[in-house]
């Protein structure tokens, strides 16, 4: 008993804190070819490009873009990366992380990968995300992420949204490998 009450007040701390947003992630069953290693490969110590489409807030491209990446940095755990749309040399071609905002289109996640165009809807109103993490045209991972009532590129809740999609992109393991039971 002495453990059930701690561990009910973790909880109701956790829900009441998730109330206070108005931003969900939601990350789609990493690719059979996901591992941690190839995140490494792709990312370690080295640029790894992005790619945004769309812009929620109407900015001039270059600002949205400094609005966002922040947000990105030292979110995939364990390997030390650059994520920018301006890569270097160092960054492997093949790979890149891809961020559409309010696809105009119903398109599935792992189509974000594809060098083809992207149609957005214009600024204003809520807002849904759609990332991929891609290697040579095919998504490894995915998300969706949304937020119902952005104040502005500044808002800490669009900030979260970025921070937790970029988060859920490159998890740290499969959740497979971890239940072992043939219904996980």
């Not at 080295?46 to 109407?58: A, E, I, K």
């Not at 800490?156 to 992109?169: A, C, G, H, N």
């Amino acid at each position: 008993m002495r453990l059930l009450l701690p561990l009910a007040a973790i909880l109701l701390s956790a829900s009441s804190l998730a109330a206070c947003t108005n931003e969900r992630v939601v990350a789609s069953e990493p690719s059979s070819a996901y591992t941690r290693s190839e995140v490494s490969y792709a990312a370690g110590n080295r640029d790894l490009r992005v790619v945004l489409h769309g812009n929620p807030f109407g900015l001039p491209p270059d600002r949205f873009a400094a609005t966002v990446l922040p947000h990105m940095q030292d979110r995939v755990l364990g390997v030390k990366t650059n994520l920018t749309t301006t890569p270097n040399d160092t960054a492997r071609r093949e790979y890149k992380v891809v961020l559409a905002f309010n696809v105009a289109e119903n398109m599935l996640n792992s189509s974000l990968c594809t060098d083809g165009p992207i149609p957005t809807s214009p600024p204003g109103g809520p807002i849904v995300v759609q990332g991929a993490f891609c290697r040579s045209g095919g998504a490894l991972t995915s998300a969706t992420g949304w937020l119902d009532r952005p104040q502005g590129p500044d808002d800490p809740d669009f900030r979260s949204l970025i921070s937790d999609m970029t988060f859920s992109l490159f998890p740290s393991q499969r959740a497979d490998i971890l239940c072992g039971r043939p219904d996980c």
